[in-house]
């Protein structure tokens, strides 16, 4: 599961396996896996549902096959056990030279049971493991509470706002961006 050993001009690793990220197991024993093309007409519709609208940007299906096709890329999928998708998780930049790793989108069915905060630290933990990030970034609406929390109780870090950046319909919303770096979690663990 590690990346092969091939390095960056500076000296740095860098992650080149087509395997890295692909499984993804949570504290709570919860198996994320590589998400097939068949699945993305779920991915799709979940992120576009109604209710999704104002915690999630959507983009087409179309979208989503070209990023699922990107070595760089990396969609992960809960199933149940019928198979069918109770949350994903997208990432990007997962080959970066600078080791920095995005954590573009993560979307559970259900919210507020505790799935989430499990997901997430899984695959923080992942990257870091991995794919031996440096820095693992997201963007999330100002407004999504339960996500900010989320990701603060997963590591991350205010880092800034970015202004009336995304419009969602009726109105600019700011974009808070955070951060988890490897030196904060090596710092964590010493505490
Ligand atoms: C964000 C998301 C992944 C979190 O998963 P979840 O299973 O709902 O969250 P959890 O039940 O694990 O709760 C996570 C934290 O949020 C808190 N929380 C739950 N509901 C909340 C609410 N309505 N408002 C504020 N905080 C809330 C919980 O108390 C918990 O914090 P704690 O660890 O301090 O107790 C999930 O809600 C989701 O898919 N939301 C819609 C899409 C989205 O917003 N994605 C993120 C942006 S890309």
Redesign the pocket.
């Known amino acids: 599961m590690r990346p092969s050993a091939r390095r960056h001009r500076t000296g740095r690793p860098v992650a080149t396996a087509s395997n890295v990220l692909d499984r993804v197991v949570t504290h709570a024993g919860r198996v994320l896996e590589a998400a097939r093309a068949g699945e993305i007409d779920e991915i799709v519709a979940l992120e576009s549902r109604p209710d ?1 609208q104002a ?2 940007a959507s983009w087409s299906r179309e979208r989503h096959l070209r990023n699922l096709a990107d070595p760089n890329w990396r969609y992960l999928v809960l199933r149940r056990p019928a198979g069918t998708i109770e ?1 994903f998780a997208i990432l990007s930049d997962i080959l970066s030279a600078h080791r920095w790793l995005n ?18 630290r899984g695959v923080v933990d992942a990257v870091f493991a991995q794919a031996e990030a440096h820095r693992l970034q ?1 963007d ?2 100002e407004d ?4 900010r ?2 990701y603060e ?1 997963a590591g991350f870090v205010e880092e800034g706002v970015l202004r009336d950046a995304v419009w969602r319909g009726d109105r600019y919303v700011s974009l808070v961006v955070m951060s988890v770096l490897s030196s904060d979690r090596v710092a964590a663990q010493r505490r």
């Not at 954590?103 to 997430?120: A, C, F, K, Q, T």
Request: without cysteine; aromatic residues 6%; charged residues 20%.
């Open positions: 999704m915690y999630v949350g954590l573009e989108r993560i979307i559970m069915e259900h919210h507020g049971s505790g799935l989430g905060s499990d997901v997430v997201l999330v609406y999504n509470t339960r996500a929390r989320t109780a």
